[in-house]
């Protein structure tokens, strides 16, 4: 991963096999975004299409705040003037691609969200597959209190998705934070643990999509994206059955079938 050429990087990796745990490393600024964070962000995630060697990824931060939003003192809210709108629009592209990457990447992505996830870093937490939560934890589209549009890098599209058009026009048109038990309650998040514990139940969640064979897990999460889109049961019907006709040819599948009558678990190879 590399980050601007002025800076040290903003995130770390600790790979523990098919799993890796990426972290994002400026606690004494929150983790707020910038341009740069956003381009290590995206460079990460697209460097993450072609690696079989991963298979699951968990998105966490250091410190108090797991990121709390825009970076004031970054060049994207530089002073006005000739070339502005060119910039920011090169600034918006940059921390857009970063919810494509992680929506696009074939890995699962589990967000373990210590602190305040607020503006960019609510969008960040939007964008992974699963979400854990501490009781510390708050979210919140912070975008609409600077005076801009409540919907930002997938806000918008995410968020109704998950919890409906009412709550999310709530909180989009507010800025209103979601504290933990109410993200419980919207099914924003899949559990809230103690902030020690985020780890240890993000790791026993990834050792069981591990469990599954590589490319069926690959498969299911491009069928969620796909799936969140489709217009028609007939059209979501004719892509699962694409889906399960391609993974019926695997060696994979033949090895599942023969481990669950054996009662065995199964050696899956990725063929």
Not at 138 to 158: E, L, N, P, Q, R
Request: glycine share 8%.
């Amino acid at each position: 991963m590399t980050a601007s050429a002025s800076t040290k990087p903003l995130t770390s990796i600790e790979n523990r096999g098919p799993i890796e745990i990426l972290t994002l490393t400026r606690p004494e600024a929150l983790n707020a975004m910038s341009p740069e964070l956003a381009d290590e962000l995206s460079g990460y995630f697209q460097g993450l299409q072609k690696r079989r060697d991963v298979r699951v990824v968990l998105i966490r931060a250091e410190g108090r705040a797991f990121c709390a939003g825009g970076d004031l003192d970054s060049e994207a809210f530089a002073s006005p003037g000739p070339g502005r709108p060119q910039r920011q629009y090169d600034i918006q592209v940059r921390y857009a691609a970063v919810t494509r990457s992680m929506r696009s990447c074939p890995q699962p992505i589990i967000a373990l969200v210590q602190g305040p996830a607020v503006g960019a870093g609510f969008s960040l937490t939007l964008a992974a597959d699963v979400r854990y939560c501490s009781p510390e934890a708050k979210f919140g589209a912070a975008y609409i209190k600077i005076g801009v549009s409540g919907t930002d890098m997938g806000s918008g599209y995410f968020l109704p998705k998950f919890v409906g058009l009412s709550v999310a026009s709530e909180f989009l048109m507010t800025g209103r934070f979601i504290l933990p038990q109410r993200a419980l309650a919207t099914g924003l998040v899949s559990d809230v643990v103690p902030a020690d514990k985020l780890l240890e139940t993000g790791l026993e969640l990834a050792n069981d999509m591990l469990k599954t064979a590589p490319m069926g897990l690959r498969l299911t999460k491009e069928s969620l994206n796909c799936l969140s889109q489709t217009a028609s049961l007939e059209a979501a019907l004719a892509f699962e059955d694409r889906q399960q006709i391609l993974l019926m040819e695997t060696a994979d599948h033949r090895e599942a079938l023969a481990a669950f009558k054996e009662k065995r678990a199964p050696n899956y190879t990725d063929t």
